[in-house]
């Protein structure tokens, strides 16, 4: 198998291998429960919160353990806490994820208003409009992506914090493709909300991470036990748990530069090989593992079934909605039209890529 879809989830790091094969089977307990072991787990639990958040640079009492970041994210934009903040309008942009873009459709339809801040054609963010917006419509929610999904384009967050709090505003980061790719200082950042995944980086599906500046704020979106302080009930899922943490520990920022190096070497072979394809948001600040290539007349779709026979795993960013299969949006929101989306495919690579993944991907698509 060549799997290049890292965007989409990636496989376990060394230390959660390790965990899943020897430590797991005796973590089962309730790390709620009164007796030693209970009380372990929960020790356990905070050891890798402080671990956590040493490396993301913020204080325990800010991260909150949750399911993934659909559910962070959707905790910041629940009507609940909207309206315990005061918020009535959200100012976003149209190439968010959709676990953003599916609330802000329905908080649209349950009277918020929603804002998009324009972007150009290589998904850059116009930060002057994002003033702008933020200007007309004090004491509302920001909410963008850190990095984006599709295309690896990078927003710059920090500016986005410093623009939104000038004018009242909080702000949320969907930082989930930002983990392991960028370095960065939550306490720098300087954000209300980050939302986080475990899985994108190595770790267990079913864990995530909502960091709240000012916890005592947030409404819950489930009620429950007390765990969490009560932000996010429910009995821990302690494996998860901590295996975001040995999958933070396994972050290595050195090795990007190896990934940059195949990205570009691969995107250089590319065009040799035909020079009309494009890559997507190739003028703008990306990470080093994405890239989201433009294939002229050709079909993605295809082009994905085709590989996926051979044994080499990719994505279109495309979504499956009423049956029928929509070409990415985050494509369309860059003003490219559908036909264009229908042809673009997603290469997402990560530490266990090798040079000889891509030059067998580069072979596959030469005949395209
Ligand atoms: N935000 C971004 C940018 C993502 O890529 C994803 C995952 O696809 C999510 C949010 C949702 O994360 P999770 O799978 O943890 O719910």
């Not at 309008?89 to 804002?115: D, G, Q, R, V, Y």
């Not at 950042?189 to 005592?216: C, Q, R, T």
């Amino acid at each position: 198998m060549i799997y290049l879809d890292y965007n989409a989830t990636a496989p376990y790091s060394d230390k959660v291998k390790d965990y899943i094969s020897n430590g797991m089977i005796n973590d089962w307990g309730n790390a709620s429960s009164e007796h030693d072991f209970g009380y372990n787990l929960s020790n356990r639990i905070k050891e890798d919160r402080k671990i956590i958040c040493d490396f993301l640079d913020c204080s325990t009492g800010k991260l909150f353990f949750t399911s993934g970041a659909t559910e962070s994210i959707n905790i910041v934009l629940s009507q609940a806490n909207l309206s315990s903040y005061g918020i009535k309008t959200i100012i976003s942009s149209k190439l968010e994820h959709h676990a953003t873009l599916e609330p802000l459709e329905f908080n649209e339809k349950n009277s918020f208003s929603i804002k998009y801040a324009e972007n150009n054609n290589q998904g850059s963010i116009d930060l002057n409009h994002l003033e702008n917006l933020c200007q007309e419509n004090p004491n509302s929610i920001v909410s963008l992506l850190y990095v984006n999904n599709e295309t690896g384009v990078i927003t710059d967050v920090v500016e986005v914090t410093k623009i939104a709090h000038r004018h009242n505003c909080l702000v949320h980061i969907d930082a989930v493709q930002a983990l392991g790719k960028c370095e960065f200082s939550l306490d720098d950042l300087d954000a209300d909300f980050v939302s986080f995944s475990g899985h994108k980086i190595g770790a267990m599906k079913g864990v995530g991470l909502l960091y709240i500046n000012e916890p005592k704020k947030i409404h819950p979106l489930i009620k429950g036990g007390g765990q969490e302080k009560k932000v996010r009930p429910g009995t821990y899922n302690f494996s998860s748990i901590h295996s975001l943490r040995l999958a933070i520990e396994d972050i290595n920022f050195s090795k990007n530069s190896n990934l940059l190096e195949m990205r570009d070497e691969f995107e250089k072979k590319l065009y040799q090989i035909n020079p009309e394809l494009k890559i997507n948001g190739s003028d703008a600040r990306r990470v080093a593992n994405t890239s989201n290539i433009y294939l002229a007349g050709v079909s993605s779709q295809e082009v994905l079934l085709n590989l996926s026979r051979e044994g080499i795993y990719t994505s279109t960013g495309s979504a499956c909605s009423s049956g029928s299969v929509e070409p990415s949006h985050v494509i369309q929101a860059m003003g490219y039209d559908k036909d264009y989306a229908r042809s673009c495919l997603r290469i997402s690579i990560g530490q266990s890529t090798q040079k000889e993944h891509l030059d067998s991907l580069l072979e596959k698509l030469k005949i395209y």
